[in-house]
């Protein structure tokens, strides 16, 4: 889920050295195709893009700053295959769901995970594998990403890209519906990357809780649709996506996670995410 990555560098400067050896070859997609942190995915064409005005130029500059993308290559691929797949299914694009989270974002919850030193994380909301791939890699070696994703293609190009990147050691594709396989899953984790739909509380929400460790963190990235509720400011009809109540649905979940017992949490603007930690 998310948006493209605005980055229009025109001196970027070199990958950063912890990717050295793993950068692929310029290609196209492969063949086939406790942490929680709240974020800004956008999964509908048209949407508001997340960074405008004062805030695009500064935008503008980080990407400059940063250098290329690591997997931009990925987030490339995700469009294309999102508009090729919804030629295959009822509900279009939306349906296919790869809406990778922006690369700025990506880069914000990897260095949680690297201060966390979260080595078991999980990931709901695969996509072709571009957020799974930051935390596989800020995870480092030893450390394992199981993410979950219910299209055989999905799973595919998951595979596809982690061997691509030399990340194959450090990156599970499930495939399956979330919260079936949320109920199939045992021990505990260091982190959880939501990056599912959440236009109101998941039912899988208490699983969750229950599959990461005391001190450990959810990271959630999609709660720009509580931006357009308190704000009034939408630039889509989300009822036609997340039905007619979806302002007090989204406030209501909001609600609900800010006073759960088992977490800390603090919400995060432009864009907006949240970083949940598990209490003992």
């Known amino acids: 889920m998310g948006h493209d990555w605005r980055a229009d560098p025109q001196s970027p400067p070199s990958p950063s050295p912890s990717l050295e050896g793993r950068r692929p070859p310029k290609g ?28 695009r130029d500064f935008a503008s500059y980080l990407l400059n700053l940063y250098g290329p993308d690591p997997f931009g290559e990925v987030r490339a691929a995700s469009a294309v295959h999102r508009v090729e797949h919804a030629s295959t299914l009822p509900g279009g694009e939306q349906d296919c769901g790869v809406y990778p989270s922006d690369g700025l974002k990506m880069r914000v919850v990897a260095t949680i995970v690297r201060a966390a030193g979260a080595r078991r994380i999980l990931e709901v909301g695969g996509g072709l594998g571009y957020s799974a791939l930051w935390l596989a890699e800020a995870a480092g070696e030893g450390g394992v990403v199981e993410t979950i994703d219910r299209f055989p293609e999905h799973i595919a190009g998951i595979a596809g890209f982690a061997s691509q990147f030399r990340l194959s050691d450090r990156i599970r594709a499930i495939e399956g519906e979330g919260a079936e396989i ?4 045992t021990g505990l984790y260091d982190a959880i990357h939501d990056d599912g739909w959440f236009g109101a509380r998941p039912a899988y929400y208490d699983r969750l809780a229950k599959l990461l ?55 995060v603007t432009g864009p907006a995410f949240a970083i949940a930690c598990r209490l003992p």
């Open 28 to 55: 196209s997609c492969p063949s086939g195709l406790p942490i929680a942190v709240v974020g800004d995915a956008e999964p509908v064409p048209g949407a508001r893009k997340p960074y405008t005005g004062k805030m």
């Open 182 to 185: 949320l109920n199939s899953l």
């Open 213 to 267: 460790r005391p001190g450990g963190l959810l990271i959630m990235s999609n709660w720009f649709l509580l931006e357009h509720a308190v704000t009034g400011k939408s630039p889509v009809d989300w009822a036609q996506f997340a039905g007619p109540r979806w302002r007090e649905d989204i406030q209501d979940y909001a609600r609900h996670l800010l006073s759960d017992a088992r977490y800390h949490v603090s919400f």
